[in-house]
Structure formats: structure tokens, C-alpha cells
């Protein structure tokens, strides 16, 4: 299945899909790019995995872009003795650094930065949230709880602290060899996880370079108090609903995406809707009437991207999931108000400049002129294409780059189809030819169409969009 949405399809890998078969079946089915999570699996299996997509990218004539997502500082609990022990509402329970197995009154957490910011009146979240510890007192080595919320908890359950910024860094020592080896692959994106500040994506950053493309997870509250920072320092933003919803209040959530949304939008950066989207496909053919309705306002709210988790890492229908979001996108795409909604929801740019003008002209023009088929866009760092596809245009935008890496990375933007053009030029009528000739072969433009050209003068010069010119295919 060709790309013939607008609003770009993310599918992870895990033991349901990492076969060469299944993989094919869901880019058939419509995925756009995949991410590989490096909390599971080894570094044999995520090299696989890569060579795969490679191979497949090749076969299937079209860019998959490939998100290497890092684990960040995951925080969890020890061992305990049993599979798994009954915490009663009321009880005492104590975390400390002993590593010896747990039982119904103790259990190891071993990181020594939890106690460092610990303090009486806190509240700690256990296994996304089922469980809830009150601390009554702690030291730099013990905290003594009180359980609010009851329940079974076992082995290497996840801890969260709401409200509480961690004297940690995103980017733990796992990360630093796993980051190493997925720029190594050649993956396209690099996932922050667990991002507290703008300093942390200055971090990763100098560790990554030029070598990918950084996008940043919100799923703290801290970090929603450096957003817009955040955002201008990150390639694209991803709104991490499961911890988001664990380490602030459920129902701010759907407000929080809205912002996050919005904010990325301002900023011409791409932003993808991430977890739980059609959660019920883990064990079920068919989702629930309410995920179709979140995987539609997510669309509508203008997501760049929006992306399955377990659906396909280790659901029993992962073909299935990718196949239905496409469909739910498919279909509020196709509605009449969906573009006009698309208009409507544009935010003023943040330090507009020229290119910012040009590409708010190109979409501008796509509306009026008549038999136009495609917005092409001339780029060499992305930028112009972020700028282009922030106006949500109803038209496709091509765009043309010299760079394979950059091609494979704009896979995720809205309503971009990456192309690799060589072409050194020497004068504006090569231009023209060249974006014509790309828009026919691809199969978006034939004679008596239009086209609309957004690029820099002087030629072949980087960073200066500066130049609309539209095209009638003879």
C-alpha cells in the first residue's frame, strides 16, 4: 500500500512482528516508519530487525524511517521472593537499598536518587499507577510508606514520583552503549525518554550530533514547565501518554496532548501521539468505539504521526492494528471539515522569517489555484519541509533533498513524500524540470496539472528558502 494519508503511521517492534514476513505485512498494511524500543530485546535482534526494514525499503521502492527509542531511567522496584505479593490498603511497607528478594513488607529499590529526593508527604506510584505509597518518613537509604491504594505488585514493577524533578539525568549508562549502536545502525530518529529539562535534550544532543534526528518524549510535569524549550531544542516531539498519565493527572492529559500538539505546530516541529491508542487490539481483532474515537481527534488535531506499542510489539494482531489506524486516518482525512479544521487550527510562527512567508504562500496558493496536484519542496536540512507542513496543506508535498538520511527522516512529518534528487543547478528552468519530472514519476502530477515550487536563490544555497513559483505541466 502506497503512502495516501496525510498523517504518518508508527509501528513498534516486538516478538509479534519482527520477522521479515510480518514486518512486509505491515508496511503493506501501512506503516510508515517503525521504532525499535531498547528496553527489550538485544542488540543482535535490533540489528536484525534494522537489516530487515533496510531490505524491505529497497524491495518496496519507498523511505521507511526507523526510531531507535531509549530506555532513559526507568525506575523499578527489586525482586521478591514470590511471583508476586498482596499490598493491603492501610499496611506499612518499606522500600530501601537492600537487594536482598522482597516480601509483603519490603521490597529493594535501588536507585539512591529516589531517597536523595524522597520526603515525608510524598506519594510514590507503582505499576503505572495501581498502586499507591504514601511516605510517612525516609532516609537516604529506607523510605517507610503507608499503601493508599492496595493491590498485587511483583518483580521490577515501575515506580513514579508525580511532581518530584529526580537529580538524574535521561540518559543513563544503557543508554549511552545502546545509543552507540543504534548510531552505528544508521537509525534514523533517536527517542529521549523520560525528559525533565531543556538540559537534557542539550545532553543527548551533543552525544548524538548530526548522526539522527533527537526526538523528545514528554511524559514528566517538569517537563511541560520547559515546553517551549524543549521543543525548539528537539527535531520532533512525542506526547508519551502512559507515563504522562501516570505522573499527572489523568484527565489533564488530553488537555496536556492539546497544547503539546499545538505548541509543535507553532514551531514547525513534527509531533507524534504516542500509547494506548488501540490498546484492546493486544488481545482483540477489533478496538473499542472509544480508541477509534482518540485515534480520530488525534488526527484532527493536527498529530504529525501517530504511533501503536504493544499493539504490534506483542499483540496477537499487529497486521490488524496497523491496518484499522490507517483506516480510522483514512477516514477523517476523506471528511470535507478536515482541512478547513486543519486551516483553522494554525498558530501564528514563533520569530516568523522569509522561508516562514514563502510556505505559508505555497499553501495559501494550493487553495486557489485550480488543477494544482502537489506542493514541491526544494530542501537540504528539512527545514523548508517542517515549515511547508505546518500549514497542513491538502495537497502532497514532495520533497526533493539531495540526502538519503534526510529523505528516511522526514518519512514522519505530515503529508511529506521524500525524494532523493542529485541535481546541481544552474539555472531556474533545471529547477522547474527537475520538480516536474519528480511529481510525474512519482505518480502525483501528469500534463495539464499544476505544481507549486518553493526553493532558494542563489541556487544550491543552503538555508535560503526564498522562492514560490507555480508550473503548468505541458
Not at 516478538?15 to 524500543?37: C, M, V, Y
Not at 523510605?143 to 543513563?172: C, D, E, F, Q, R
Not at 517551549?228 to 507515563?243: H, N, P, Y
Not at 500509547?275 to 498529530?303: C, F, H, K, W
Request: charged share 25%; hydrophobic share 40%.
Amino acid at each position: 500500500m502506497p503512502q495516501d494519508t496525510h498523517t504518518k503511521i508508527l509501528a513498534t517492534i516486538g516478538p509479534s512482528s519482527a520477522t521479515r514476513e510480518q514486518i512486509e505485512k505491515l508496511i503493506d498494511a501501512g506503516a510508515d516508519a517503525f521504532r525499535i524500543n531498547f528496553s527489550h530485546g538485544t542488540h543482535e535482534e535490533h540489528k536484525e530487525r534494522v537489516k530487515i526494514i533496510r531490505q524491505l525499503e529497497k524491495e518496496k521502492g519507498r523511505f521507511i524511517s526507523i526510531l531507535a527509542d531509549m530506555q532513559g531511567p526507568k525506575l523499578r522496584v527489586g525482586l521478591f521472593k514470590e511471583d508476586k505479593v498482596l499490598l493491603k490498603e492501610g499496611q506499612t511497607f518499606v522500600l530501601d537499598m537492600n537487594p536482598a528478594p522482597g516480601d509483603d513488607k519490603r521490597v529493594n529499590l535501588p536507585h539512591k536518587e529516589i531517597f536523595e529526593a524522597l520526603k515525608a508527604g510524598d506519594d510514590l506510584l507503582v505499576n503505572d499507577g495501581y498502586i499507591v505509597l504514601h511516605v510517612e518518613s525516609c532516609t537516604d537509604k529506607q523510605a517507610v510508606t503507608t499503601v493508599k491504594v492496595g493491590g498485587y505488585i511483583s518483580s521490577h514493577k515501575g515506580v513514579n514520583l508525580p511532581n518530584t524533578h529526580l537529580p538524574i539525568s535521561a540518559i543513563t549508562e544503557k543508554d549511552r552503549e545502546d545509543l552507540k549502536f543504534a548510531l552505528k545502525l544508521g537509525v534514523d530518529w533517536i527517542g529521549l525518554s523520560f525528559v525533565q529539562s531543556a538540559e537534557d535534550v542539550r545532553e543527548a544532543r551533543r552525544l548524538i550530533g548530526d548522526k539522527a534526528w533527537l526526538i523528545s518524549k514528554l511524559e514528566k510535569p517538569s517537563a511541560i514547565d520547559e515546553l517551549e524549550d524543549i521543543i525548539q531544542l528537539s527535531d520532533a516531539i512525542m506526547v508519551a501518554r502512559g507515563d504522562l498519565g501516570v505522573e499527572c493527572p489523568i484527565q489533564t492529559v488530553p488537555v496536556l496532548q492539546k497544547r503539546i500538539v499545538s505548541a509543535c505546530r507553532r514551531h514547525a516541529r513534527p509531533v507524534i501521539v504516542a500509547t494506548q491508542m488501540l490498546e484492546s487490539m493486544i488481545n482483540n481483532p477489533t478496538p473499542t468505539r472509544a480508541e477509534v474515537s482518540d485515534v480520530a481527534t488525534a488526527v484532527y488535531d493536527g498529530a504529525d504521526t501517530v504511533m501503536l506499542s504493544a499493539e504490534t510489539a506483542a499483540g496477537k494482531y499487529p497486521v490488524e492494528a496497523v491496518q484499522m489506524m490507517h483506516r480510522i486516518v483514512s477516514q477523517v482525512e476523506a471528511d470535507p471539515l478536515f482541512f478547513d479544521m486543519m486551516r483553522n487550527l494554525r498558530r501564528n510562527p514563533s520569530n516568523a522569517g522569509e522561508a516562514d512567508s514563502i510556505t505559508f504562500a505555497a499553501s495559501e496558493l494550493s487553495c486557489v489555484l485550480r488543477d494544482v496536484k502537489a506542493i514541491v519542496t526544494y530542501t537540504t536540512s528539512g527545514l523548508t519541509t517542517f515549515l511547508t507542513a505546518r500549514e497542513r496543506p491538502y495537497l502532497p508535498i514532495l520533497a526533493l533533498t539531495r540526502d538519503i538520511e534526510v529523505a528516511r527522516r522526514l518519512v514522519l512529518v505530515w503529508g511529506v513524500h521524500p525524494l532523493i534528487n542529485k541535481d546541481s543547478f544552474k539555472s531556474f528552468d533545471k529547477v522547474e524540470d527537475c520538480a516536474v519530472k519528480a511529481a510525474k514519476e512519482a505518480g502525483y502530477a501528469k500534463s495539464g496539472d499544476h505544481i507549486i515550487i518553493t526553493a532558494g536563490f542563489p541556487l544550491n544555497t543552503k538555508g535560503r528558502t526564498n522562492m514560490l513559483h507555480t508550473v503548468y505541466i505541458k
